[in-house]
């Protein structure tokens, strides 16, 4: 695309197309289906972190008046070990399942094992009471270093730690060893003449989306099953649901509710293959909701790490060498995203030596999900607060360092491929050039820089464009909107016919109305969707030429389309886009626009964040005074919608930094499954988080997207542990800077 | 000849960073390397993302081959 290009639509920020719906209530959740005769599912889970069932009995809750259906692990037909997609971090057809309902061994605290389904969610309660279970409670292992200790409780007997030189012998509760590595890591040392190193720990953290997982499901035994849920990818739940159960796709119909938040939490499966067995069994329609507890017990957070790191640099700056080990939580089933810490860690820095080792290690805590840029906030929190002393042992500037060493392109990665035109020195010179990073400090006040980096990506897409009699139309696309993507799919549907986009209704199709979509997530949605909502409104554009041609009785190639309008180039006439529609019955039928694709050429996302905060050093709690968020959006389809994007990026970031974690107790029950007691920041602690809009064109894109979802989450952890380390004078290691924890950094230090 | 770099994990099994390859397109490509490597599963590298040029092809099965395309694998990523 071209750098100066003119858009009539995209860059403006139009009222959002479901904001109607959802502030007057009328938007249907996940919770909000009823269909006749549906009754309530309810799940018994496991009070114990490790244990052995020893027996399970379910006789006397099946003989409770009003119980119509009880499944457990037994009424999943046999599933191969095969990969499934879950959003970031594999999951094999075998873990699904027993995640889903647990086999003879429970892994974590809320680990489900039995479903009852019941006339009323009372007595389905009731129910969960009569079940009874002999447990054999073991040791649980509640961190890598536990974990990864010689002699440490195995959660699994049959798993062999992959990517060792030499096949091991012995189980291990490391599922995986991974490296990457570029050049001579060595040599890059040996030339240092700085070094920093440090081990860095993030904590478990949720993604706080407000909505808890719910589904409404009914199965029909020789016809097509439903199931309504919430979800990020309604064509994935179909599709582990359909494995889980032996299903054929054709027969299951999944429907996307509107979605109360995700993040990547709901890019796999919980209740809704549980759900419709209970609804196989007692041939009704089944509800399933979650509670909090059972969201924060039994759904999957995001990892907690713990990261060394070691970097080397010369006295002029220029960095020599970098080096990680970062060892990511799986919890119960192997499948952290410490293959994506690795490849973003240092993906900033144009550095010629690299070498990262991972590991993904299970431990008794519930199988962690996709977050938000899922493995990169943890690696780069440990990369980026070492940057930040670095500068500080070479008398440096922070920005300047890191413009100094930025990645651009051409730069080599370590994951592979060099990098394209990025906007990571526009950010930079953005942030450093910003009215924040000119204002002084107060005493007890601390400033953070930092920088992230997410791929961003693509993948299938399929959207179509259905035109009506009077002009108007509607944009049926398979991707679930959970961050305003349907107002973006608006503007893009608009621009290329030139139409006003409030005439384009963009609705989410179900797995029957739209081919195959992936779920949405990794920041691909306004790219990629967009890319087939741009496809298919070129094919709107063909056949509106085509039908006026017909109309004049010209060729196509003599017709012209221009600010919404066919003109004949062989006569005089015009014809609007509402004419050829209105006229579409006598020319071959409505029009209909199709685009489905596989997309290529996604561009990665930088992001610069600054922080400024305020330590009450008489109590240790921390004050974000100042935020601003910069980062590259390549082009912002709707540019409210990006900002929101950034500060929620931000605000998640900030309350993993500061307050977020999950408390364990010794024997590794979770203390803290509410939001009362598992503290998320809220308006009113915050300041408004200012943001930066950067500019620098995806030239694979028709309009130069690049995703704007992920890449926000990235700097906050560090941008906020290094200005609390800048206000106290103490190296910051471990989060979350809770007050308690930076109390005891400043009794610490004196 | 186009120029194929491997990952950190393939290049324990072919003990070299690159290699120079004539394909005509990606199962081309494939075809070669596979030969050339025995020990790359050939299962596991139809599994992989690449980028040819440095743009990035998660399904790259029926891309052609530039001769002088420039072409690195890497895993495949999804997101949050």
Redesign the interface.
């Known amino acids: 695309m071209s750098e100066a290009r003119e858009f009539k639509y995209i860059g403006q920020s139009t009222i959002r197309p479901d904001g109607f719906d959802k502030v007057t209530g009328r938007a249907n959740y996940g919770a909000d289906l009823a269909l006749p005769g549906m009754i309530w599912g309810k799940i018994l889970r496991s009070p114990h972190a490790h244990a052995n069932i020893k027996s399970l009995d379910t006789r006397r809750a099946e003989a409770l008046p009003g119980v119509l259906a009880v499944a457990t692990h037994s009424d999943f037909p046999s599933v191969s070990d095969q990969a499934i997609?879950s959003?970031?971090g594999s999951l094999t057809l075998l873990d699904l399942a027993r995640n889903v309902l647990a086999k003879d061994k429970v892994l974590y605290h809320g680990h489900a094992i039995v479903a009852v389904a019941a006339k009323t969610a009372a007595i389905a309660e009731q129910a969960l009471a009569l079940i009874d279970i002999e447990y054999e409670v073991l040791k649980p292992v509640l961190d890598v270093r536990e974990a990864m200790a010689a002699g440490a409780p195995l959660l699994h007997a049959d798993m062999f730690t992959q990517?060792l030189p030499e096949k091991p012998t012995t189980a291990s509760n490391v599922a995986t060893r991974?490296?990457?590595?570029?050049g001579d890591i060595e040599a890059g040392f040996s030339a240092a003449e700085v070094v920093v190193e440090r081990e860095f720990y993030t904590p478990t953290a949720h993604?706080g989306y407000i909505e808890p997982h719910a589904c409404t499901v009914r199965f029909e035994k020789d016809g097509q099953s439903m199931i309504w849920c919430s979800t990020q990818g309604h064509f994935d739940v179909r599709a582990s649901t359909a494995k889980l159960l032996g299903m054929e796709l054709g027969k299951l119909k999944v429907i996307a509710s509107e979605i109360g938040g995700g993040?990547?939490?709901k890019?796999t499966v919980y209740l809704e293959p549980v759900a419709l067995i209970l609804s196989r069994k007692s041939g009704r329609p089944v509800k399933m909701i979650m509670n909090r507890d059972e969201v924060f017990k039994a759904t999957g957070p995001g990892s907690a790490t713990r990261s060394w790191v070691k970097i080397g640099a010369k006295k002029d700056g220029s960095i020599t060498a970098m080096q990680g080990r970062l060892a990511y939580e799986a919890g119960a089933f192997k499948g952290s995203p410490v293959?994506?810490g690795c490849?973003t860690a240092f993906t900033p820095y144009a550095v010629a030596n690299m070498y990262v080792e991972g590991f993904d290690v299970v431990v008794n805590k519930a199988k962690v999900?996709?977050?938000?840029?899922?493995g990169a906030p943890q690696a780069e929190f440990a990369v980026e607060m070492l940057i930040n002393e670095l500068a500080v042992k070479l008398g440096r500037d922070p920005i300047d360092l890191r413009l100094q060493n930025a990645a651009k392109e051409g730069t080599q990665t370590?994951?592979?491929?060099?990098?394209?035109r990025v906007g990571l020195v526009e950010c930079l010179e953005a942030a450093r050039d910003s009215k924040h990073y000119q204002q002084a400090l107060a005493e007890n006040q601390g400033r953070g820089v930092a920088a992230g980096f997410?791929?961003?990506?693509?993948?299938q897409s399929s959207v179509h464009i259905n035109m009506n009699p009077d002009g108007t139309g509607t944009i049926v696309e398979g991707s679930p909107d959970i961050g305003g993507s349907r107002a973006s799919m608006q503007m893009m549907a608009a621009e290329r016919p030139c139409i006003a986009p409030s005439l384009l209704k963009p609705i989410i199709g179900d797995t029957e109305n739209v081919a195959f979509s992936a779920g949405t997530?990794?920041?691909?949605t306004t790219f990629a969707t967009g890319m087939a909502v741009i496809e298919a409104a070129e094919d709107v554009v063909a056949q509106m030429k085509q039908r006026a041609a017909s109309l004049w009785n010209v060729t196509a190639e003599q017709v012209d389309w221009a600010d919404g309008v066919a003109i004949n180039l062989a006569g005089e006439e015009r014809l609007s886009l509402a004419e050829i529609c209105a006229s579409a019955d006598r020319t071959g039928g409505q029009i209909s626009g199709r685009g489905n694709i596989?997309a290529?050429?996604?561009g990665p996302s930088f992001a610069v964040h600054l922080c400024d905060v305020d330590v009450d050093k008489d109590t240790g709690k921390v004050d974000v005074v100042r935020y601003t968020a910069i980062q590259d959006a390549g082009k912002a389809i709707h540019p409210k919608y990006v900002e929101g994007q950034y500060q929620g990026g931000a605000v998640q970031g900030i309350g993993w930094a500061l307050n977020e974690e999950y408390i364990y107790s010794k024997e590794g029950l979770l203390e803290n499954a509410g939001f009362l007691d598992y503290r998320v920041p809220v308006a009113s602690d915050l300041p408004m988080i200012d943001t930066i809009i950067v500019e620098v064109p995806n030239n694979?894109h028709p309009y130069g997207v690049r995703g704007v979802g992920?890449s926000g989450i990235i700097p906050p952890l560090a941008a906020v542990g290094y200005a609390v380390e800048d206000a106290i004078g103490v190296p910051v290691t471990d989060l979350p800077l809770s007050p308690p924890r930076v109390f005891g950094l400043i009794q610490g230090s004196r | 000849m186009a120029r194929v770099t491997f990952s950190s994990e393939q290049q324990r099994y072919t003990n070299e960073v690159a290699c120079e390859v004539s394909a005509a397109d990606y199962r081309e490509l494939i075809d070669h390397i596979t030969q050339r490597y025995p020990a790359l599963s050939r299962a596991d590298l139809l599994q992989m993302a690449i980028a040819i040029d440095g743009e990035i092809i998660h399904q790259p099965l029926l891309e052609r081959i530039e001769p002088n395309s420039e072409i690195h694998f890497f895993h495949f990523v999804a997101g949050g």
């Open positions: 997609e959003g970031e990517g991974l490296e990457f590595k570029m993604q993040f990547g939490g890019t293959m994506m490849m999900a996709a977050y938000r840029a899922p370590i994951y592979g491929p060099k990098l394209k997410w791929f961003n990506v693509g993948g997530g990794g920041s691909r596989n290529r050429g996604a694979f992920e």
